[in-house]
RNA sequence: GGUCGAAUGGUGGAAUGGUAGACACGAAGGACUUAAAAUCCUUUGGCCAUUGCGGCUGUGUGGGUUCGAGUCCCACUUCGACUACCA
C-alpha cells in the first residue's frame, strides 16, 4: 500500500464526523480541560496558511489532553457581526447575513480539511439571534448596576437610589463621570429627566455625551483600539474628534481590578505589560491654584509634586471647561479662534503637526505654594480626556513643557541640582533637589522621590490637594452608526431610555433596503420600518460594537443551546474558564480587555464562577507572506533573472508565489498569468529564471496569499499541520516558506514505510531491541515535554529522528509502533489513525492512552565526558554509567592526553559534573 | 519619546551555565535507472591541513562574573513588536 493522503484524510474525517469521536459533554467523573481558539471574523478572502498556525498548535494540545484522560472542551464558531460584510452590503446591496453565512461556509470547509478535532455541536455565531439575546441581556445588566468603590463590586442600581432618597449624594461610594452634589430632597423634586440624567452618571452602561473618535468616512464612531495613529484600522481613514451622545460602558471603574488581577494569569510578560500600559495606573496628586482676581479654583492632576516651585505657567487643553471661566474679556476672541481652528484638525492633523501652538488667555493663577502669579494659557497638547484637562506646567523637567515655554518666551527654573536645562528639560526622576523653597515648605536638599512625598503630604495636611491615583483606560464606546451589529434592548419614552424586559429578548435586527446613512443623517437602523416597540415609542438606532458578541463567547460555549441563561450553572460550575487561550497579540487593549471587563461584572452578579476569564494566554506569532519578484527591462516586456539584474534598469513587480518554486519562476504559467505577460521573453542564469523575494504581509494585492486548501490538496493535511508546527516557535512571527515543505512530507512517507513494504504489513510481535525501546522512550519524553512547554517544533524534529532511528534498526515491533502512533496522533491525526487501524486497533486512536516513558530504558551504558584544562583544550573519555565522580576523576589523570596537557604544572582544582565534564585547572 | 523582545551557517531553526550549529531545507558528490522522477549513501560554519587520524577560529560589538558564557551582568549597535503629547 502506498500513502495516500487524500484518500486517508477524507475517509477519516467522515469517520470522525460520523461516529461524532469529538463531541463533549458535562462530566463531572473526569478532570476538564477547556481550550479555545479566539474565534474568526470570516471574510470574503478565506483563510490563508497564516490563520491555522494557532488552531493547529490548539488542536495538538487538545488532542494530547484528551490522550491524557481529559474532557476537553475545544470549540469553535464565527466572530461573524463586522464592517466588511456591511461595505460590501453597501455596494452590492447583497445582506450582509447572506455574505457572512457563504464565508462561514467557505471557512468551515477549509477548516474541516486540515482535520480539528472541535466539537462543531457547541458552535456559536454572533449574529445569530439565539447568541446576541445574551449580549443584549448583559447590557441591561450594565445598565442596571454601577460600580460601588468601597465593596469594589458592581451593585444594583436600586440600592443608589434609595441611597438618593434618604441621603441624596451624601456618602456614596460610585464609579462616576463626574462629581454631583445634591441633597435627598433635591433627588426627590427631580423630574424623570433629571432622575434619568443623574443616575447615567454612575450606571455601567450610560448614555454620555462624550468626546469620541468619529470618521466620516466609514460613517460611524470607533473605540480607542479600533484608532492607531490618528486613522482608522480598518481602512486607515482619518479620524477625528467630536462631541457625541453615545452609549458608554464604565470600564474604568474596574482599572484597579483589571491591573491587580492581571498579575494572577499565566500570560506572557508583553502582553501583561501591554495591559499594564493600557490600564495606565499613575499615582500622583490634584492640586488646586486660585485665580488671581476671581473665585476660581482649578484643579491639577500631577506626578510630580515636588516640582511646584518650577512651574512657570499653567495650561488648559482647548475642551476644558476651565478656559470659559478664565478667559479674561480682552483674550476672548483669540481664545475662541485658538479653539475653533483645533476643532476642525483631525487627531491625524494633530499628531503630524508637531508644532508649539497655544494661546494666552489673559489670566493669571496663584502657585499655592510660592505665591508667584503665574499665565494660564490653552494648548493642544494638553488632553481634555485625561486626568483634569489642566495642568501645572514645569518647563524645567518637562520637555513638552519645555518646547511650549521656548515658543512663548517663559521662564525656565531649574530644580534638580547640577541639571542643565540650557538645550533641553531635564526628565528624569533623580537628583537632589534646589531652588524649591516657599513659605510654609521648603525641599531643598532632599532626593526626588522623597521630595514628591513631603509635597503630598503637604498639600493634604494643608487641603490644597490631595493623593489621587489617575488611570489612562477610558471608558469604552459602544455606540455604532451602523447596520451589521446587535440593536440596542432601548426604547426612548420623552427622550428617556429605557430597557426592554429580558422576557422580550432577542431583539431581532430588522430588515432595511440600503445599508447607508439616512438623508436627515441618523444610522441606517433609521430606515428600519416600525422601528418602534408595540406602544409606538422608537427604539434606539445605534448597534453595538465588534467587541460586545466577542466579550462573552467562551462562556456561551458551555452551554450553547441554553434559553434561560447566557451559561447555565451546572456546566459554568464544571467548565469554569479556559484553561488555555490562543491567539494574537493584536487584541491585548482591545478583546483581552473588554471580555476580562465583561467577565468580572458576570463575576459580581454571581452569574459565572470565576473572576478571570483565561487562566493561560498563548500568542502566536503572525505568519508573514513571501512575496517574490521578477524584474522587468524598463520599457520592454523582457525580464532579467534575479543575479543579473544590476547590469540593467529595471522594475520590479510582484509575481503570484503560486507559480513560483523555491524562487524559481515557472515560465510558462507566467506567461499564461496575464495577457500582457503572453509574450514575455527572459534572460536567464543556468537556464532558469531566479526572482527575488522579500518578507511581506500576507495580501492579494502582493500575490503573496497562499491557501491552505492548496498544501492540503498536494502533500496533505498532515503535512501541513507538521510543517506549521516545523517552521519554528508557535509563539514567533515569521514568513511563509514552502522551501522545506517535502522534508516533512518525506517524513511521513519514511513513517508509512515502517508500516508497509508494497503491500504487505511489516508489523511484528517480536521482541523489541534495547535500542528500539530506548529511541521510543527518549521520544516519549521529549514530546511529552515539548506539548507541555508548547515547543512544538523540536517534538517534530523528534518524530524525525525517531523514525530514521526505528527504520536503521529494522524495528517493526507492534508495540513500540504503537506508541508511535499514539504519540503522532495530535500532530497528524489522519496517518496516525489510518495505521492505528492498519495493526489491528478496532478503537480510535483519540482514544488510546498517552504512553509513559521508562528511565530505564534511556539509561546509558556508558557516559561521554568532556575533558578540559583551564576549560580549554578538550578530549573525550568514556566510563560506565555509574562510576562514581572520585573514580572518574582518577582515570582521567590516568589518562595519556592528561600527562601532555599538564606537563609539570601543579593541579589546582577538578571539576566533575556527572555524566558531562570534567575540568582540570592547572598553573 | 516610552515599554517589551530579538540578534547563532547559504536558509528555517536546536542547544537545564558544561563537546555550539540538533532536525530540516538548499547545495556538492555518488549509487540505482536507457533516461527522468522517486529512493538511498557521503560531505556541508569559516580558515589551514587533507596519504595521516588533526589544528586554529567561531553565536551582532566592547567589557565583566565563572574553572567554563550563545546562555548570567553592564554598556553599545542593529532589527522587530506594542504604544504614543497620559502631565
Redesign the pocket.
Known amino acids: 500500500m502506498e500513502y495516500k493522503h487524500k484518500d486517508i484524510e477524507q475517509r477519516w474525517q467522515r469517520y470522525w464526523k460520523d461516529n461524532k469521536v469529538y463531541k463533549t459533554e458535562t462530566d463531572s467523573t473526569r478532570p476538564k480541560f477547556y481550550i479555545l481558539d479566539m474565534f474568526p471574523y470570516p471574510s470574503g478572502a478565506g483563510l490563508h496558511v497564516g490563520h491555522p498556525l494557532g488552531y493547529i498548535a490548539s488542536d495538538i494540545f487538545a488532542r494530547y489532553k484528551r490522550l491524557r484522560g481529559f474532557n476537553v472542551l475545544h470549540p469553535m464558531g464565527y466572530d461573524a457581526y463586522g464592517l466588511p460584510a456591511e461595505q460590501y452590503a453597501i455596494q452590492t446591496g447583497q445582506h450582509p447575513e447572506v455574505t457572512t453565512r457563504e464565508n462561514i461556509t467557505r471557512y468551515r470547509g477549509q477548516l474541516d480539511r486540515i482535520g480539528f478535532c472541535y466539537d462543531w455541536d457547541r458552535e456559536i455565531r454572533t449574529c445569530d439571534p439565539q447568541y446576541y439575546k445574551w449580549t443584549q441581556w448583559a447590557f441591561i445588566e450594565m445598565f442596571n448596576h454601577y460600580f460601588d468603590t468601597a465593596v469594589n463590586k458592581a451593585m444594583p442600581i436600586k440600592n443608589l437610589e434609595k441611597h438618593f432618597e434618604k441621603y441624596g449624594s451624601e456618602g456614596i461610594n460610585a464609579a462616576q463621570t463626574k462629581p454631583l452634589n445634591f441633597t435627598a430632597e433635591e433627588w426627590q423634586y427631580m423630574d424623570a429627566r433629571q432622575k434619568s440624567d443623574t443616575l447615567m452618571n454612575y450606571r455601567l452602561a450610560y448614555l454620555g455625551n462624550t468626546m469620541v473618535n468619529w470618521c466620516a468616512k466609514l460613517g460611524t464612531v470607533l473605540a ?2 479600533e ?3 490618528g486613522v482608522s484600522i480598518r481602512g486607515g481613514y482619518p479620524v477625528e474628534q467630536r462631541l457625541m451622545w453615545q452609549w458608554c460602558l464604565r470600564v474604568s471603574a474596574y482599572a484597579p481590578r483589571l491591573l491587580d488581577d492581571l498579575e494572577k494569569l499565566e500570560w ?3 502582553i501583561k ?2 495591559q ?3 490600564i ?1 495606573r ?1 499615582e ?1 496628586a490634584e492640586m488646586q491654584f486660585k485665580i488671581k482676581d476671581s473665585d476660581v479654583e482649578m484643579t ?6 515636588d ?1 511646584v516651585f518650577g512651574v512657570t505657567f499653567m ?1 488648559l ?1 482647548p475642551e476644558s471647561k476651565y478656559v470659559d471661566m478664565v478667559t479674561t474679556a480682552d483674550r476672548r476672541e483669540a481664545v475662541e479662534a485658538y479653539r475653533n481652528e483645533i476643532k476642525h484638525k483631525t ?1 491625524r492633523e ?2 503630524i ?2 508644532k ?2 497655544g494661546v494666552f488667555t489673559g489670566a493669571y493663577a496663584i502657585n499655592p505654594l510660592s505665591g508667584k502669579e503665574i499665565p494660564v494659557y490653552v494648548s ?15 518647563p524645567a523637567h ?4 519645555y ?1 511650549f515655554a521656548r515658543h512663548f518666551d517663559l521662564p525656565v527654573i531649574p530644580l534638580i541640582e547640577g541639571a542643565d536645562v540650557s538645550e533641553e528639560s531635564f ?1 528624569a526622576k533623580e537628583g537632589r533637589m534646589i531652588n524649591s523653597d516657599g513659605p510654609e515648605l521648603n525641599l531643598n536638599g532632599m532626593e526626588v522621590k522623597d521630595a514628591i512625598a513631603a509635597t503630598k503630604r503637604f498639600i493634604e495636611e494643608k487641603g490644597i490637594g490631595k493623593v489621587k491615583t ?3 483606560l ?1 471608558d469604552a464606546i459602544f455606540s455604532r452608526q451602523r447596520y451589521w451589529g446587535e440593536p440596542f434592548p432601548v426604547y426612548y419614552k420623552d427622550g428617556i431610555p429605557y430597557m426592554f424586559d429580558e422576557s422580550q429578548l432577542p431583539l431581532q435586527l430588522p430588515e432595511i433596503d440600503k445599508y447607508l446613512p439616512t438623508e436627515t443623517g441618523e444610522p441606517p437602523l433609521g430606515r428600519a420600518k416600525n422601528w418602534q416597540t408595540a406602544d409606538g415609542y422608537p427604539l434606539e438606532l445605534n448597534t453595538m460594537p465588534g467587541f460586545a458578541g466577542s466579550s462573552a463567547y467562551y462562556l456561551r460555549y458551555m452551554d450553547p443551546h441554553n434559553d434561560s441563561a447566557l451559561v447555565g450553572k451546572e456546566a459554568n460550575d464544571y467548565w469554569r474558564n479556559v484553561d488555555l487561550y490562543v491567539g494574537g ?2 487584541h ?3 478583546h483581552l480587555i473588554y471580555s476580562r471587563f465583561w467577565n468580572k461584572f458576570l463575576y459580581d452578579l454571581g452569574k459565572v464562577c470565576e473572576n478571570e476569564p483565561f487562566r493561560k494566554l498563548i500568542n502566536q506569532g ?1 505568519i508573514q507572506g513571501r512575496s517574490n519578484f521578477v524584474y522587468r527591462i524598463k520599457d520592454t516586456n523582457k525580464f532579467v533573472s534575479y543575479n543579473l539584474k544590476k547590469d540593467y534598469d529595471v522594475t520590479p513587480i510582484h509575481v503570484d508565489v503560486n507559480i513560483v518554486t ?1 524562487d524559481v519562476l515557472d515560465i510558462e504559467k507566467f506567461r499564461g498569468w496575464r495577457p500582457e505577460y503572453a509574450g514575455a521573453e527572459f534572460i536567464l542564469e543556468e537556464g532558469k529564471y531566479v526572482c527575488g523575494y522579500a518578507v511581506e504581509k500576507m495580501s492579494k494585492s502582493m500575490f503573496n496569499v497562499v491557501n491552505p486548501d492548496d498544501i492540503v490538496e498536494r502533500y496533505g493535511a498532515d503535512t501541513l499541520r507538521l510543517y506549521e508546527m ?4 508557535v509563539e ?4 511563509w ?1 514552502t ?9 511521513i ?2 513513517l508509512w ?1 515502517l508500516f508497509y513494504k508494497g503491500d504487505m504489513l511489516l508489523v511484528n510481535d517480536d521482541e523489541p531491541s534495547a535500542e528500539s525501546l530506548k529511541s521510543i522512550h527518549k521520544l516519549i519524553k521529549k514530546v511529552t515535554t ?1 506539548i507541555e512547554g508548547f ?1 512544538y ?2 517534538s ?6 525517531c523514525v ?1 532511528e526505528l ?2 534498526q529494522k524495528c517493526h515491533n507492534r508495540a513500540v509502533l504503537s506508541d508511535l502512533l499514539v504519540l503522532l496522533a495530535p500532530f497528524a491525526p489522519h496517518v496516525a489513525e489510518e495505521l492505528w487501524h492498519a495493526i489491528g486497533n478496532d478503537t480510535t486512536v483519540c482514544d488510546a492512552a498517552w504512553p509513559q516513558w521508562n528511565e530505564e530504558y534511556l539509561k546509558e551504558a556508558n557516559v ?3 575533558v ?1 584544562f ?7 573519555v568514556s566510563v560506565a554509567a555509574d562510576m562514581p565522580a572520585s573514580e572518574v576523576e582518577k582515570m582521567v589523570l590516568a589518562h595519556e592526553n592528561s600527562a601532555r596537557w599538564i606537563e609539570g604544572k601543579q593541579i ?2 577538578v ?1 566533575v ?1 556527572p ?3 570534567v ?1 582540570i ?1 592547572v598553573g
Not at 522545506?740 to 512530507?745: A, R
Open positions: 480607542n483600539d484608532v492607531s495613529e506572557s510578560d508583553s505589560e501591554t499594564r500600559n493600557w495606565g499613575s500622583g491639577i492632576f500631577t506626578t510630580r509634586a516640582t495650561v487643553a487627531e494633530r499628531m503637526d508637531k508649539v501652538s493642544d497638547y494638553v488632553l481634555a480626556g485625561y486626568g483634569t484637562g489642566a495642568i501645572m506646567a514645569v518637562d520637555s513638552r513643557d518646547a526628565d489617575n488611570y489612562r477610558r497579540t493584536e491585548a487593549t482591545g503572525m523555491n516545523f517552521l519554528g516557535p514567533q512571527s515569521k514568513p516558506d522551501n522545506g515543505i517535502d522534508g516533512v512530507n518525506r517524513f512517507k519514511k514505510n515539548d515547543s517544533n523540536t517534530v524534529s523528534a518524530f524525525m529522528i530514521n527504520t536503521s561521554n565526558y568532556a578540559s583551564n576549560g580549554k583544550a578538550r578530549f573525550n589546582r582544582k571539576i559534573v555524566g558531562k565534564i575540568n585547572v
